[in-house]
């Protein structure tokens, strides 16, 4: 299992940090460049499982694909944009509550710097630098663990990989024996024979439902509850007492 490094041995990014950091604007100059469905179901599958994850633990927030803004400027020529990236998912403990339809988080105004953010690769990342520029910038902010996954092979031949921040501001990189990742939140990211990740629970080692096998369980937990309603039913027409015919009930009449 991978190392940990001590909280206390972190500190917080000073203003010198901030004013030192690289200027991204990471969608304003992008081009129609969509992700693919891999992609896309890597995002889903962490971003769904880590809330699961973390229900117990209600001060943690977890947003996919959100504008982190990281400091006040300048401000993006056409836009009006203040510098920003946008983790494909991204766990944070905001100062308070931010509610269900919060659109963006600001460092410093919502909460301190992610507790981890996590990159998807694939070309269109290639293109938003999540592997130079954006590595740099978490250092700098002191995001703890920076999680890369690459599923295809193609831009990352370690597939799995968490970075985990030294003291001294740099990178360690962490992967379990097995070529998984084990977070210091308390969840495992492994990936399975069908090129797909699964979130696992270190305490108890069980892994989370996907989305889509969360609803396969749904459908199947409702038609399981459709046959036992029908089968009460059942067997309440059996318990009940046969009806006593009305003819032969009456006294017969005399002649």
């Known amino acids: 299992m991978a190392t940990t490094t001590s909280p206390r041995n972190r500190r917080r990014p000073t203003p010198d940090d901030l004013q030192n950091l690289p200027i991204l604007y990471e969608d304003e100059e992008e081009g129609d460049m969509g992700e693919t469905n891999q992609h896309v179901d890597t995002d889903e599958i962490l971003h769904v499982c880590l809330r699961t994850h973390l229900t117990n633990q209600p001060e943690y927030r977890v947003y996919a694909n959100m504008n982190l803004y990281y400091r006040d400027g300048p401000r993006h020529r056409r836009t009006g944009s203040k510098p920003y990236v946008s983790p494909d998912v991204m766990v944070v403990k905001p100062f308070r509550d931010l509610g269900e339809d919060v659109t963006s988080y600001t460092i410093g105004v919502d909460g301190p710097a992610p507790a981890l953010t996590a990159e998807t690769l694939s070309k269109r990342s290639a293109q938003q ?5 954006k590595k740099f910038v978490y250092a700098k902010l002191r995001v703890p663990e920076y999680l890369l996954i690459d599923v295809s092979g ?14 001294d501001g740099t990178w360690e990189d ?3 024996p097995d070529g998984g990742i084990t977070s210091k939140l308390g969840f495992r990211v492994r990936l399975e024979d069908d090129r797909r990740i699964r979130v696992a629970d ?3 080692g069980r892994g989370y439902f996907r989305p889509d096998e ?4 749904a459908d199947s937990l409702r038609e399981e509850i459709q046959r036992l309603e029908a089968e009460l039913s059942r067997l309440r027409e059996l318990e009940k007492p046969p009806r006593r015919s009305a003819k032969g009930n009456g006294r017969r009449k005399k002649s």
Request: glycine residues 0%; positive net charge; proline residues 3%.
């Open 154 to 167: 193609r831009y990352l031949k370690q597939r799995l990989l968490l970075k985990r921040l030294r003291p």
């Open 129 to 133: 630098k999540d592997l130079k520029e």
């Open 202 to 204: 270190v305490a108890t």
């Open 174 to 176: 962490t992967r379990d």
């Open 214 to 217: 969360a609803m396969r369980a």
